[in-house]
C-alpha cells in the first residue's frame, strides 16, 4: 500500500486552499509501495484525511513520474493507477504486478473535494 503525505508549507498545517462554498483544494504527494497491485494501490484520502475530506474527493491529477508513468485515480475503488507506454507506442499498459514503483519518490497530486 503506497503512502499520502500532505504538503505542510510553514506553520505545519496542511496546504488546503478554500474555494466557493465547500469546494477545496488540497495538495500533497503520494509515494507507491516496493510491489504494485494490479488494479492499484488505496488512495483513500477521506479515509486518510477525513477530518479535512467532509464528503466526496471529486477529482485528484497527479504529476508525471520521473519513469515516465502515467497515474491515473480510480474514483470508484479509492486507488491510484500506473500505466505505462508498453510496445506500442499508442497503447498504455497497467504496470505489472509486484513491480517496485517506491523509486519513483513523493509524487505531487492535487486534489478536489468537498
Known amino acids: 500500500m503506497g503512502t499520502i503525505a500532505l504538503t505542510t508549507p510553514s506553520g505545519g498545517r496542511p496546504n488546503i486552499v478554500s474555494y466557493s462554498g465547500d469546494l477545496r483544494v488540497i495538495v500533497g504527494t503520494f ?34 513520474t520521473t519513469g515516465g508513468h502515467l497515474l491515473v485515480w480510480d474514483a470508484t475503488n479509492k486507488k491510484v493507477k500506473a500505466y505505462w507506454s508498453g510496445t506500442a507506442s499508442a497503447v498504455l499498459n497497467e504496470v505489472t504486478a509486484a513491480t517496485n514503483l517506491s523509486g519513483q519518490g513523493a509524487i505531487p497530486f492535487i486534489a478536489w473535494v468537498r
Open 31 to 64: 509515494t507507491f509501495s516496493s510491489s504494485y497491485s494490479t488494479g492499484g494501490e488505496a488512495f483513500d484520502l477521506a479515509g486518510s484525511y477525513g477530518n479535512l475530506v467532509r464528503g466526496t474527493v471529486v477529482f485528484v491529477n497527479f504529476m508525471p
